[in-house]
C-alpha cells in the first residue's frame, strides 16, 4: 500500500481576489454515488496542495451562488474544476 | 457506412470487440462483460485503498489479461471540515420533524445497525488521493473519474501506463479535460442514474464530440439498448457508457428487491431529487423523495445535511428490506431493463440490435412524402 502523503498549504497571489465558478460536487456518503454542487464567489488565494503529483484546491470565500441550504461561506475548490468567469 | 460500425476508435484504443462500457458497483459483473468483449469499470468511490487493491487483483485474476477500469469520484468541492456530529447539530428543527414524520406515516423501523454514513466516515481530500495511488501503484489499465478534473493525474497516469477517461456534465468541462490530454470523456446526460448534469444526452454528445478532436467520446445517460447504441455513434460518440443496464442481471450483488423494482420500472418511476443527499440525483422513486416533493414539504438542505437526515431512512429500508421503501439509482433507460439476463447476454443483445438498427436505416427504401 502507498504512504500517507503530505499536504501543504500555500497562498497564490495571481489568483487571489478573483472572481471563480466551481463546477464542484463530491461522493454522497453512505451511498455509492456522487452529486454535483456549483459554486461561484472570489478565491482568496489560500490553497492546499495534496501528495506527489499535488492535487491543488483553493479556497473560495464570499460565495454568490451556492447549493440551497449550503451553510458556509467558503468552499474548498479543486483547482481542476475551478474556472474564473472569463473563462 | 463502414463494414462493421460498431469497430470504433475506442474498441482500437482499449482492444475490445464492443464498444460498451458498464460501469457497476459488481465484481463480477466486470468480470462478465470483459469476458464477453465489451469494458467494465468497477466503481469504487465509496471503498477504502485496501480493499480497492483487493478488487483490483481478484479482477485481473478472472479475466485474463483483458483490459478494465477502475472509477473514483475525484471530489470537486468540500465544505470546511466539521464532524458529523457537529455538522447534525445544525439541521433545523422543522427538517428533523418533516424526516419523522414521513417515518412515522411510512412505519420506518429503526436500522439494524450503524448507519452506513458513520461506518464509512465520508470521502476527504486526503481519502480521494489515497484512492488514486493505489490506482497509480497498481497501474490499472484504466481510471475513470466519475467527477471532478483528473488533469493533475495525468502525467503520472500516463508514465504508468494508465488511460485516463473523464466523466463530463457540461461541455466546458469536456473542453478543459480534452485540452489537459485525457484519452476519452464520457459526456453523461440528465437521463442518467445518480449524480447528473442539467443537460440531455441528446444534446452533450455531438456538442462535446464538436470539440473533440481525436479523443473519444462515450456518451452516458439512458443508454439502454442496441438502439440507443446504434445513435450514439449517429451522435458522434465512439461508445456508451451502461449502468442501470447491469443492476439487475444474473451477476448483480443488488438485492433481489431492487433487481424487481427495477425491472417494473419505466422512466415515470424515476426522479430527480436533491432529497436523498442534497445533490441532485436520478433514482426510483420512493416514500422518500415523494414527500419531500410534496408543496408543504421544505426545502431540501444541501450535502451533507440533507444525507444526514435521510440516512436513517435509506439505512432501515436495506436492513429490513422493506419493498415499499427502497429505492436504487437508475437511469430514465429503466423501462428496457426487463429480465434477469446474464451479463454476457446483455452484451449480445445490444450488439445484435445495433447491428439490427443500422441495418434497416440503411436498407429501408425512402419514404416518399407529400
Known amino acids: ?87 | 457506412m463502414p463494414k462493421d460500425p460498431l469497430h470504433t476508435k475506442l474498441c482500437d484504443m482499449l482492444g475490445i470487440e464492443f464498444p460498451i462500457v458498464a460501469f457497476t458497483h459488481c465484481k463480477d459483473v466486470v468480470a462478465a462483460v470483459v469476458n464477453a468483449g465489451a469494458f467494465a469499470v468497477l466503481g469504487e468511490a465509496m471503498h477504502k485503498p485496501d480493499e480497492i487493491a483487493a478488487d483490483i487483483k481478484w479482477i485481473r485474476d478472472k479475466v485474463d489479461g483483458k483490459p478494465f477500469g477502475i472509477d473514483l469520484v475525484l471530489p470537486a468541492s468540500a465544505p470546511p471540515a466539521g464532524a458529523l456530529k457537529e455538522l447534525e447539530k445544525e439541521i433545523p428543527e422543522s427538517h428533523r420533524q418533516f424526516a419523522n414524520e414521513i417515518k412515522k406515516k411510512h412505519n420506518v423501523p429503526e436500522p439494524k445497525g450503524e448507519q452506513a454514513l458513520h461506518q464509512w466516515g465520508g470521502l476527504n481530500q486526503e481519502m480521494a488521493r489515497a484512492q488514486l495511488d493505489v490506482v497509480l501503484e497498481e497501474r490499472v489499465p484504466v481510471f475513470t473519474s466519475g467527477l471532478g478534473n483528473p488533469a493533475f493525474i495525468l502525467e503520472a497516469a500516463h508514465s504508468r501506463g494508465i488511460k485516463v477517461f473523464g466523466l463530463i456534465g457540461k461541455t466546458r468541462q469536456a473542453a478543459r479535460e480534452i485540452e489537459d490530454g485525457v484519452d476519452a470523456i464520457i459526456a453523461q446526460g440528465t437521463d442518467a442514474a445518480g449524480h447528473t448534469g442539467p443537460v440531455g444526452t441528446f444534446s452533450i454528445v455531438p456538442e462535446v464530440a464538436a470539440i473533440a478532436g481525436d479523443t473519444p467520446i462515450i456518451a452516458a445517460g439512458g443508454v439502454t439498448t442496441g438502439q440507443h447504441l446504434a445513435a450514439a455513434l449517429c451522435l458522434g460518440a465512439s461508445g456508451v457508457w451502461t449502468g442501470t443496464l447491469w443492476l439487475a442481471c444474473r451477476e448483480s450483488d443488488s438485492d433481489m428487491i431492487i433487481k424487481e423494482k427495477l425491472i417494473a420500472a419505466t422512466s415515470d418511476d424515476t426522479v430527480y431529487s436533491r432529497s436523498v443527499s442534497g445533490m441532485p440525483m436520478r433514482t426510483l422513486k420512493c416514500p422518500w423523495t415523494t414527500e419531500w416533493a410534496a408543496p408543504d414539504a421544505p426545502k431540501t438542505l444541501s450535502a451533507p445535511y440533507q444525507m444526514l437526515l435521510s440516512s436513517d431512512y435509506i439505512q432501515a429500508a436495506n436492513d429490513h428490506r422493506r419493498e415499499d421503501l427502497m429505492f436504487e439509482a437508475a437511469g430514465q433507460g429503466v423501462s428496457f431493463v426487463t429480465s434477469m439476463k446474464p451479463a454476457k447476454q446483455i452484451v449480445i443483445d445490444l450488439v445484435e440490435e445495433a447491428l439490427d438498427t443500422f441495418d434497416r436505416l440503411t436498407s429501408e427504401s425512402p419514404v416518399a412524402t407529400g
Open chain 1, 1 to 87: 500500500m502507498p504512504e500517507a502523503q503530505q499536504s501543504e498549504k500555500g497562498f497564490d497571489a495571481e489568483m487571489a481576489e478573483k472572481i471563480v465558478e466551481c463546477d464542484g460536487g463530491g461522493p454522497i456518503p453512505g451511498t455509492k454515488l456522487a452529486g454535483r454542487q456549483e459554486f461561484v464567489g472570489r478565491a482568496t488565494g489560500e490553497y492546499i496542495d495534496h501528495g506527489d503529483p499535488p492535487w491543488r484546491w483553493y479556497l473560495v470565500a464570499d460565495l454568490t451562488l451556492k447549493p440551497d441550504g449550503y451553510p458556509g461561506d467558503t468552499v474548498w475548490c479543486e483547482s481542476g474544476s475551478l474556472y474564473t468567469k472569463t473563462d
